[in-house]
């Protein structure tokens, strides 16, 4: 089997691709249809899929697309993994019940866009919004440079870019830009004022599908930062849970499982994280879950991909050449056209779906 094959080009083809193979494997699915269509007229949707039992005391989660245009890396590494017999047989060998859930944020995935149809990256969004929300006055700052009103920017918006950098380096600068922030709505990073349709959606399936298991564990399939072509292993535990939680991400997927909280990580500290709503809806669980987050580009080259697409959404009157170039890179900032970075990503993805089912299987060592 040709693996660079289980990737596909748009959102429509990788939908029909995972539906066809879950329904080949006779997976029971469930499809939540999203209330707006994507950038060709399609359906979009929640596609989940259970492989395995309904009330399974193990359940292993794999997602796609929480960042809608990443969606083409884990939706790929769906397919590989229902395509791989072998896979498939040692989790019915373990009793662990694997839950697909193919393109979280369809929306984005579609119209290729790393956030929802709110302008909301989702994995800032899981916040209680009945509380004050957190403010990010580094964010407030720069806002009118990263998204400055004209694009390409001007020498005076880079310039001053560029101090501030000077001043605060690097890791404190995609600290204040990437960390989530509520109070520009048309700017990066946005974690909105409510829950987005894709929250909303998320944790009505955790609550169907897993409030009977007593271990649980969470693959998100990210990409976009780090080191290209290495897939970084993030914990995301709660507050609190870094002891007992981090130690037994360690002892599933190896020492160098990173954690946002201790600098070590390519993620700056984030806020409103989308796995820590786990622990709301499941709490009979002992969770354990990482983001899976490959790197393609440099840092920056991904920060100026993504200036200029929130540019290119708030200028909708852009001439079409220039809004396909910005696209363009965004998308290749995401989903770099390479085959070698492809058969990195599968290798490492289906590696740590393994070491999830070994974890699962062996139980705690928290
Ligand atoms: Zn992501």
């Given at each position: 089997?040709?693996?660079?094959?289980?990737?596909?080009?748009?959102?429509?083809?990788?939908?029909?691709?995972?539906?066809?193979?879950?329904?080949?494997?006779?997976?029971?699915?469930t499809?939540?249809?999203?209330?707006?269509?994507?950038?060709?007229?399609?359906?979009l949707?929640?596609?989940?899929?259970?492989?395995?039992?309904?009330?399974?005391?193990?359940?292993?989660?794999?997602?796609?697309?929480?960042?809608?245009?990443?969606?083409h890396?884990?939706?790929?590494?769906?397919?590989?993994?229902?395509?791989?017999?072998?896979?498939?047989?040692?989790?019915?060998?373990?009793?662990?019940?694997?839950?697909?859930?193919?393109?979280l944020?369809?929306?984005?995935?579609?119209?290729?866009?790393?956030?929802?149809?709110?302008?909301?990256?989702?994995?800032?969004?899981?916040?209680?919004?009945?509380?004050?929300?957190?403010?990010?006055?580094?964010?407030?700052?720069?806002?009118?440079?990263?998204?400055?009103?004209?694009?390409?920017?001007s020498?005076?918006?880079?310039?001053?870019l560029?101090?501030?950098?000077?001043?605060?380096?690097?890791?404190?600068?995609?600290?204040?830009?990437?960390?989530?922030?509520?109070?520009?709505?048309?700017?990066?990073?946005?974690g909105?004022h409510?829950?987005t349709?894709?929250?909303?959606t998320?944790?009505?399936?955790?609550?169907?599908?897993?409030?009977?298991?007593?271990?649980?564990?969470?693959?998100?399939?990210?990409?976009?930062?780090g080191?290209?072509?290495?897939?970084?292993?993030?914990?995301?535990?709660?507050?609190?849970?870094?002891?007992?939680?981090?130690?037994?991400?360690?002892?599933?997927?190896?020492?160098?499982?990173?954690?946002?909280d201790?600098?070590?990580?390519?993620?700056?500290?984030?806020?409103?994280?989308?796995?820590?709503?786990?622990?709301?809806?499941?709490?009979?669980?002992?969770?354990?879950?990482?983001?899976?987050?490959?790197?393609?580009?440099?840092?920056?080259?991904?920060?100026?991909?993504?200036?200029?697409?929130?540019?290119?959404?708030?200028?909708?009157?852009?001439?079409?050449?220039?809004?396909?170039?910005?696209?363009?890179?965004?998308?290749a900032?995401?989903?770099?056209?390479?085959?070698?970075?492809?058969?990195?990503?599968?290798?490492?993805?289906?590696?740590?779906?393994r070491?999830?089912?070994?974890?699962?299987?062996?139980?705690?060592?928290?």
């Amino acid at each position: 089997m040709n693996l660079l094959s289980f990737f596909s080009p748009t959102y429509s083809e990788a939908r029909s691709r995972f539906l066809e193979e879950a329904r080949r494997c006779d997976l029971d699915v469930t499809s939540h249809i999203h209330p707006l269509l994507g950038s060709a007229g399609e359906e979009l949707a929640l596609d989940v899929g259970l492989d395995g039992a309904r009330r399974a005391s193990c359940l292993l989660i794999l997602s796609s697309g929480c960042h809608g245009i990443e969606g083409h890396v884990g939706s790929a590494v769906q397919v590989a993994l229902l395509n791989d017999p072998g896979w498939r047989q040692s989790t019915r060998e373990a009793g662990i019940a694997v839950l697909y859930l193919h393109a979280l944020n369809p929306h984005g995935f579609s119209w290729g866009r790393r956030t929802t149809q709110e302008n909301v990256d989702l994995n800032r969004n899981f916040h209680d919004f009945t509380l004050p929300l957190p403010r990010n006055p580094g964010y407030d700052e720069m806002a009118g440079l990263l998204v400055p009103h004209g694009w390409p920017p001007s020498e005076a918006v880079q310039a001053a870019l560029g101090q501030l950098l000077a001043e605060r380096g690097l890791a404190a600068m995609q600290q204040a830009i990437s960390c989530g922030q509520h109070d520009h709505p048309e700017g990066l990073f946005y974690g909105g004022h409510n829950p987005t349709w894709s929250h909303v959606t998320l944790r009505h399936v955790l609550r169907e599908h897993g409030r009977d298991c007593s271990r649980l564990g969470w693959i998100d399939l990210h990409s976009g930062l780090g080191r290209s072509g290495v897939g970084e292993r993030i914990f995301e535990g709660r507050a609190g849970d870094e002891g007992p939680g981090l130690h037994r991400a360690r002892s599933w997927w190896g020492g160098e499982v990173t954690s946002i909280d201790d600098g070590e990580s390519a993620s700056a500290a984030v806020t409103g994280q989308m796995l820590r709503s786990l622990y709301a809806e499941c709490p009979q669980a002992e969770c354990t879950g990482i983001t899976l987050e490959f790197g393609t580009v440099p840092l920056m080259q991904v920060i100026t991909a993504l200036r200029a697409e929130q540019w290119l959404e708030n200028h909708p009157e852009t001439p079409p050449p220039t809004a396909l170039q910005i696209k363009q890179q965004l998308r290749a900032a995401f989903y770099p056209d390479s085959d070698e970075w492809k058969r990195q990503v599968l290798e490492q993805a289906v590696e740590a779906a393994r070491q999830a089912v070994v974890g699962l299987r062996t139980g705690s060592f928290g």
